[in-house]
């Protein structure tokens, strides 16, 4: 199983123990905006991954990026098209690239010793990549995915449907990717090569970037309507996106469009996860873009509405679509909802970085030091396990960058609670664990089975008896799509296809998965910092016993 090493030791001069990778921005080009790529079925698209230049604010930061630009290029492609893709790596470790939601052939998902070999640093490989679903999709790195999607390394794909009618009309669209970056002394703070630090909370951010950069801006006409394409590529980190000023209607996700369109005032985006928001700007005037915790709220920027009205979309704005065969489907799955699950998947963690050598005098949790007990035992606020007294105690979060967490009630961390211990975790003191409750297999020692044309109920179990109980961002790559049927026994109530579902901490949630794409395919929580740390495993789909074979 790959777990992201085997990074090359010479890539900062001394490869020993503790080394880092370089800073040095020497000669490096400044990094470019993104540019949109129209491809048609049959075309031919290279991709080249370097290292740029990017200044921000008062530092030069060494970033790596895909044909120069942050985030990389947008490709633009039609349902049920192929294209080719010629990957060439000048970055500054091996690389792949990973089709995120994509059903695409198994050879070309991106998981390295896996699907296919790494591509050393001067090589280049070549993906066959199909489109067979309608809606957005995103591509990054499975080798160290926790240092290049960090440094820069990502993109979007938006796939037009076959269908002329599948999404409401609109003027226009944009993508919009999420995302933060960790800067500390001017430079990108520093990542092991010998392996993924910050591995208990994840590596959160403390500059916001929005398509790159730390405010968004653009132009809107009064009675425009424009389809937001949004995608949360951050290493750790939520997103809570409100739109202020204007009328927002959710009518797709990961892999489609919703059972049945709604009107929002926010969407939750934890990584990876996607969001096709229809904006009406039906007034002149700013309207905001915000990251909206428990405790904070964060301007990403916004459009200026001006000029004249237009008419257009927004006669049929007001408009809630149902999709008739995710309606037909809901019905269909009613007796899943019931049935015992098919698999049951528990997320652990083990967290020895706070372990003392035998008993202590007294225990203390450290998220919440008012917390103390003569005996072991866990948090009753956070559920994290009390550790000896005399751990250091967390530092303290600043006052811009202050948290909900686990306090808030909803088993979700939205800042970094525990910043020093955070930063001296790593895979041999932080242990995150995907646990088979059947078999009692762990991590990479999982083995599912299954076949073409199976409906797998997966009960995911968040456990609060963690060492520390966290949320998780579950994500399955191409075997086939999956809806959420409920949460905490709550059936869900408007279905949509997903690839990843955010489960909180101390929550069951159950999803059915269906199983329509032969290979081995992964699933791991997309906190970069947990899957390049081991929580991660890979499982089979057989083609069924009377398919034809190509």
Not at 352 to 370: D, I, K, Q, R, W
Not at 404 to 429: F, K, Q, T, V, Y
Request: aromatic share 8%; with cysteine.
């Amino acid at each position: 199983m790959e777990h992201g090493s085997g990074v090359p030791s010479e890539i900062d001069g001394s490869g020993g123990p503790g080394s880092t990778f370089t800073t040095d921005t020497a000669g490096l080009p400044d990094v470019t905006r993104p540019e949109v790529v129209r491809l048609k079925d049959g075309d031919r698209f290279a991709f080249r991954i370097g290292p740029v230049r990017k200044r921000l604010d008062d530092a030069d930061l060494r970033m790596l990026a895909y044909n120069g630009s942050i985030p990389g290029p947008v490709l633009h492609v039609d349902q049920g098209s192929e294209i080719t893709v010629d990957v060439t790596n000048d970055g500054d470790v091996e690389a792949t690239v990973h089709w995120h939601g994509l059903r695409l052939e198994n050879r070309y998902d991106g998981v390295p010793h896996e699907t296919q070999a790494p591509i050393a640093i001067g090589e280049t490989f070549t993906y066959k990549v199909q489109f067979p679903d309608a809606g957005f999709y995103w591509y990054h790195p499975h080798i160290r995915e926790d240092f290049g999607l960090e440094m820069g390394l990502y993109g979007t794909i938006v796939v037009e449907p076959s269908d002329a009618g599948y999404w409401p009309p609109v003027d226009r669209h944009l993508t919009i990717t999420l995302d933060d970056l960790l800067v500390e002394d001017g430079h990108v703070a520093a990542f092991n090569t010998a392996g993924p630090n910050y591995t208990a909370m994840g590596r959160f951010g403390n500059v916001m970037l929005i398509n790159g950069e730390p405010t968004f801006s653009a132009d809107a006409a009064p009675g425009e309507v424009v389809r937001l394409f949004v995608v949360n590529t951050a290493n750790t980190r939520i997103f809570n996106l409100a739109i202020v000023g204007a009328r927002a209607k959710l009518v797709g996700s990961d892999s489609g469009r919703y059972e049945q369109e709604t009107f929002v005032d926010e969407v939750l985006l934890s990584p990876s996860e996607r969001a096709v928001i229809d904006v009406l700007f039906d007034s002149l005037g700013p309207v905001r873009l915000e990251h909206r915790t428990p405790e904070h709220t964060y301007d990403l920027g916004g459009f200026i509405v001006t000029g004249d009205r237009v008419q257009g979309a927004a006669s049929t704005f007001d408009t809630l679509r149902a999709d008739p065969d995710l309606t037909a489907v809901h019905r269909a799955i009613k007796p899943d909802l019931d049935r015992p699950p098919d698999k049951v998947l528990a997320f652990f963690s083990k967290m020895p970085l706070l372990y003392g050598g035998g008993a202590a005098e007294s225990y203390v949790c450290p998220m919440h030091p008012e917390v103390t007990s003569t005996e072991p035992g866990t948090c009753p606020k956070c559920g994290m396990k009390l550790v000896p007294s005399d751990t250091p105690a967390p530092t303290s979060v600043p006052d811009e960058m202050e948290h909900g967490g686990h306090d808030g009630g909803d088993g979700l961390e939205w800042e970094d609670l525990m910043p020093d211990i955070n930063r001296a975790s790593d895979a041999s003191n932080m242990i995150w664990q995907l646990i088979d409750r059947e078999t009692g297999a762990e991590n990479g020692a999982i083995s599912w089975s299954f076949t073409v044309g199976d409906r797998v109920k997966i009960r995911l179990v968040n456990e609060m008896e963690s060492d520390h109980p966290m949320h998780h961002p579950f994500h399955i790559h191409g075997a086939g799509r999956f809806l959420i049927l409920a949460r905490d026994d709550e059936p869900e109530a408007n279905l949509v296809w997903k690839d990843t579902v955010l489960v909180r901490a101390g929550e069951t949630v159950d999803i059915l998965l269906d199983v329509s794409n032969p290979g081995l395919w992964m699933a791991h929580c997309h906190i970069a910092e947990h899957n390049q740390s081991g929580m991660m495993f890979s499982f089979n789909v057989a083609r069924r016993p009377d398919a034809s074979r190509a």
